[in-house]
């Protein structure tokens, strides 16, 4: 399995530590709609021309209970017969998100377009749709060269519709599917109100090529948040809702901050440090509460079909790295803790098992001025935790490397280095080398 994962959590000290972890297109046209902002269109002067008011008001009708298939499906570019044309990296552009799905093949969204690489950042193909306008674009997911998603936001007063755009060949050609509009706080300005942004980031996570989910976080009034979950079985083409409400005894119900699947039957929803497993299919919930209370959503890796693990995070001004273990597909979890290599100003730390025995990471510092701004580097171990090392500075301040081996791995942009390049390692951390100059 392939999924790529973007995970936030949050220690007693409000610890924000991202981990992402590197995990058949079928269109049909209906009878034209009207073109939204940022959807397909003859030109881009077609699709400026369309406002985010009627676009909103054109997915309205559809309810959050009926399929997003009920929604217009359109189909931008031509028959797939070239390639397109591989270039050197396009100076002067931004990286706004980065998916390595394998060893040197990954994809990268900029403020200007949508970048393919198959030789690490050698050389790009452009995968863009051309017609979509780049600053709507709220989410990017990958499952392997040729299979991508993209989500794109059109927001009004009061709701946003998200346009679900997939390719199945390597971005030749694209299709889009509007889900059903989500309802947020009046956007419009008010010196009482506590209103929130409308366009969340949108998170994809690939169980296979023809199989997906995508969650949306929208926030309401001062910290409520509602999450839309919506999945595909057919790459891309329809989405179908899903919901979520498992209640534990003595607590409310929990809508869930992030969804993994191993397989179409398998898989996890989460949310602070409850985990809900399933090995029978979306709604069939084993849920379970972790034992560590101080930690925020877990990154679950899935290791064999029976044997999980939950990366649980360094507590704040420790070494003392805790993650869980489920030798039986969620129905219990047991803690375990181990100490890693201590560094001066240690902040945090995240972990992804590659395999039961090899588990590559990264240690944050801060540098006093911010959280998370001071040299980040990479640990790793081959022991299941028994022994950690150190293996080297990560690129930049700030950075969490994601990796999808032992050796390889991507260090882009985080929330603390927004304006970071692009680098690449082969050689787990040891050097690094420059991919978006």
Same mark, same amino acid.
């Given at each position: 399995? $392939?999924?790529?994962?973007?995970?936030?959590?949050?220690?007693?000290?409000?610890?924000?530590?991202?981990?992402?972890a590197a995990c058949g297109t079928a269109t049909s046209t209906p009878t034209p709609a009207p073109t939204p902002t940022g959807a397909p269109g003859?030109?881009?002067?077609?699709?400026? *021309?369309?406002?985010?008011?009627?676009?909103?008001?054109?997915? =309205?009708?559809? &309810?959050?209970?009926?399929?997003?298939?009920?929604?217009?499906?359109?189909?931008?570019?031509?028959?797939?017969?070239?390639?397109?044309?591989?270039?050197?990296?396009?100076?002067?552009?931004?990286? $706004?998100?980065?998916?390595?799905?394998?060893?040197?093949?990954?994809?990268?969204?900029?403020?200007?377009?949508?970048?393919?690489?198959?030789?690490?950042?050698?050389?790009?193909?452009?995968?863009?749709?051309?017609?979509?306008?780049?600053? $709507?674009?709220?989410?990017?997911? =990958?499952?392997?060269?040729?299979?991508?998603?993209?989500?794109?936001?059109?927001?009004?007063?009061?709701? &946003?519709?998200?346009?679900?755009?997939?390719?199945?060949?390597? %971005?030749?050609?694209?299709?889009?599917?509007?889900?059903?509009?989500?309802?947020?706080?009046?956007?419009?300005?008010?010196? *009482?109100?506590?209103?929130?942004?409308?366009?969340?980031?949108?998170?994809?996570?690939?169980?296979?090529?023809?199989?997906?989910?995508?969650?949306?976080?929208?926030?309401?009034?001062?910290?409520?948040?509602?999450?839309?979950?919506?999945?595909?079985?057919?790459?891309?083409?329809?989405?179908?809702?899903?919901?979520?409400?498992?209640?534990?005894?003595?607590?409310?119900?929990?809508?869930?901050?992030?969804?993994?699947?191993?397989?179409?039957?398998?898989?996890?929803?989460?949310?602070?440090?409850?985990?809900?497993?399933?090995?029978?299919?979306?709604? !069939?919930?084993?849920?379970?509460?972790?034992?560590?209370?101080?930690?925020?959503?877990?990154?679950?890796?899935?290791?064999?079909?029976?044997?999980?693990?939950?990366?649980?995070?360094?507590?704040?001004?420790?070494?003392?790295?805790?993650?869980?273990?489920?030798?039986?597909?969620?129905?219990?979890?047991?803690?375990?803790?181990?100490?890693?290599? %201590?560094?001066?100003?240690?902040?945090?730390?995240?972990?992804?098992?590659?395999?039961?025995?090899?588990?590559?990471?990264?240690?944050?510092?801060?540098?006093?001025?911010?959280?998370?701004?001071?040299?980040?580097?990479?640990?790793?171990?081959?022991?299941?935790?028994? !022994?950690?090392?150190?293996?080297?500075?990560?690129?930049?301040?700030?950075?969490?490397?994601?990796?999808?081996?032992?050796?390889?791995?991507?260090?882009?942009?985080?929330?603390?280095?927004?304006?970071? $390049?692009?680098?690449?390692?082969?050689?787990?951390?040891?050097?690094?080398?420059?991919?978006?100059?």
């Open positions: 399995m $392939k999924s790529t994962l973007v995970i936030r959590r949050l220690t007693g000290l409000a610890l924000v530590a991202l981990l992402v003859a030109t881009a002067t077609d699709t400026a *021309a369309a406002t985010d008011t009627a676009a909103a008001t054109d997915t =309205a009708a559809a &309810t959050d209970t009926a399929a997003a298939t009920d929604t217009a499906t359109a189909t931008v570019g031509g028959p797939a017969s070239t390639p397109a044309p591989r270039v050197a990296w396009v100076h002067g552009q931004t990286v $706004k998100q980065d998916v390595l799905v394998s060893a040197g093949t990954g994809w990268v969204l900029t403020t200007t377009g949508l970048w393919q690489t198959i030789d690490d950042g050698v050389s790009w193909a452009n995968a863009y749709p051309h017609s979509l306008i780049a600053s $709507k674009i709220r989410g990017l997911g =990958a499952f392997d060269a040729n299979h991508a998603l993209l989500a794109v936001a059109d927001v009004a007063t009061t709701t &946003t519709t998200y346009y679900l755009w997939h390719t199945a060949n390597a %971005g030749l050609t694209w299709a889009y599917t509007a889900l059903p509009a989500m309802p947020h706080d009046d956007l419009t300005p008010c010196d *009482a109100c506590f209103s929130q942004l409308g366009d969340p980031l949108a998170t994809f996570d690939y169980v296979d090529a023809n199989t997906a989910f995508v969650s949306i976080g929208m926030l309401r009034g001062a910290d409520g948040r509602i999450n839309y979950i919506y999945q595909t079985t057919d790459g891309g083409v329809t989405w179908v809702p899903r919901s979520y409400d498992p209640t534990l005894l003595g607590s409310i119900s929990t809508p869930p901050i992030r969804v993994q699947f191993s397989t179409a039957t398998t898989g996890v929803a989460e949310f602070d440090n409850v985990i809900s497993s399933t090995t029978s299919g979306w709604g !069939h919930w084993t849920t379970r509460r972790l034992p560590t209370e101080d930690y925020g959503e877990p990154t679950v890796c899935f290791l064999s079909s029976t044997y999980w693990f939950a990366d649980e995070g360094l507590a704040v001004g420790t070494v003392h790295y805790t993650y869980a273990i489920s030798p039986d597909q969620g129905n219990s979890w047991v803690d375990h803790q181990s100490s890693v290599p %201590g560094i001066a100003l240690l902040t945090g730390a995240t972990v992804r098992a590659i395999t039961p025995l090899i588990w590559i990471g990264t240690e944050r510092t801060s540098n006093s001025s911010g959280y998370h701004d001071g040299p980040a580097t990479t640990v790793y171990t081959v022991d299941g935790g028994a !022994h950690w090392a150190m293996y080297g500075t990560q690129p930049f301040n700030g950075s969490v490397a994601t990796f999808v081996d032992a050796d390889h791995g991507w260090a882009g942009p985080t929330a603390e280095a927004p304006t970071a $390049k692009l680098y690449s390692t082969s050689d787990r951390g040891l050097t690094w080398r420059l991919l978006t100059p």
